[in-house]
């Protein structure tokens, strides 16, 4: 009955989530105008880029107005020199209704970076060559990041002790959906020298976070990552992770302290034959978590299927 009643809650948060993020900021279409060349857009409307846009500024297109659409056009946004904090794709604080599609952005220290937003939908994006991370939306509401595409992970750059993170998707929102994207980290070099950052495919920011579903996404590196993280609900947070695949990453699904998820139909994996030995891995780690229910998923070769107080299928809590 406990059980029945937790699957029927959690179609009822995709649901919820889902109409909520389907039905926020809509708006009719306008024409299409030119992306100005200093990337400066300063009036509600819809943008197309005519072109690759190959940047040397600090902002690749700076978005400041509400009710903005980009579409890449099947183009690409580059940083033209290496990659260096301090540089953004598309920066859109503050700002409600943005959309962002169809195209590629690159080499950036943050990819898009909309803080304190609105209804922000990326969606067909190719983020190919992430120095740090991909999407960032702190403080965020009603989001829906669908139908990406993450690679290009980049192992080779030196950073501040403080940033030693390579991180798809980082967000503290209050109702989000995360779904059909495509994660792909390729490990280089050999397999006894494993990245010296910790890799986060989708990081749901402490105490902010509120009503989100991550599902339907595939995650996977070439190698068993150490420190790699698939989906981290951070301290406080809660979510619904549900329907994905994760590969290879040495904490499938990882719950904070005092977070609360129910994470259920994902398949979790990891093959020890593919890269360095990994001395623990695990499919959900929830030892501090306030409540997690996990049931009707799939582990393959974890060295712990699932750390928690108490047995699957129950609700999951205790001490840090």
């Known amino acids: 009955m406990a059980l029945h009643a937790c699957r029927r809650s959690a179609r009822m948060a995709v649901f919820a989530v889902v109409a909520a993020c389907l ?13 100005p060349a200093a990337g400066i857009l300063s009036q509600p409307g819809s943008y197309r880029l005519a072109d690759d846009l190959l940047v040397e500024r600090s902002r690749g297109i700076e978005v400041q107005a509400d009710d903005v659409t980009v579409d890449l056009g099947g183009h690409a946004l580059r940083f033209a020199g290496p990659p260096r904090p301090g540089t953004y794709g598309i ?75 390579v991180i798809a998707i980082n967000t503290g929102t209050e109702r989000a959906i995360i779904c059909n994207n495509r994660f792909d980290a390729q490990v280089k070099g050999t397999t006894d020298d494993p990245p010296a950052v910790e890799t986060v495919f989708v990081l749901l920011s402490a105490d902010v976070t509120r009503d989100c579903v991550v599902a339907h996404n595939t995650m996977r590196a070439t190698t068993v990552l150490s420190r790699g993280y698939g989906i ?88 840090d």
């Open 23 to 35: 039905t926020a900021g809509a708006r009719p279409g306008t024409a299409w105008q030119p992306i």
């Open 91 to 165: 920066v859109a604080n503050g700002r409600a209704n943005l959309k962002v599609g169809g195209g590629v952005v690159g080499g950036f220290w943050y990819g898009i970076h909309a803080s304190d937003s609105r209804g922000l939908r990326v969606e067909a994006v190719h983020f190919d060559d992430i120095p740090y991370i991909a999407i960032n939306a702190s403080a965020a509401q009603d989001m829906a990041i669908s139908d990406n595409v993450f690679t290009g992970f980049r192992y080779d750059i030196e950073k501040d002790p403080r940033d030693h993170y």
């Open 232 to 319: 981290w609900i951070a301290t406080g947070a809660q979510a619904l992770v549900a329907n994905n695949t994760i590969t290879n990453m040495q904490y499938a699904v990882c719950l904070g302290r005092a977070a609360t998820a129910v994470v259920c139909r994902n398949r979790l994996s990891v093959d020890s034959a593919a890269g360095p030995t990994v001395p623990e891995t695990c499919g959900v780690s929830a030892t501090g978590a306030t409540r997690c229910r996990e049931f009707d998923n799939q582990f393959i070769g974890f060295s712990i299927p699932v750390n928690a107080p108490q047995t699957p299928g129950t609700d999951h809590g205790g001490a």
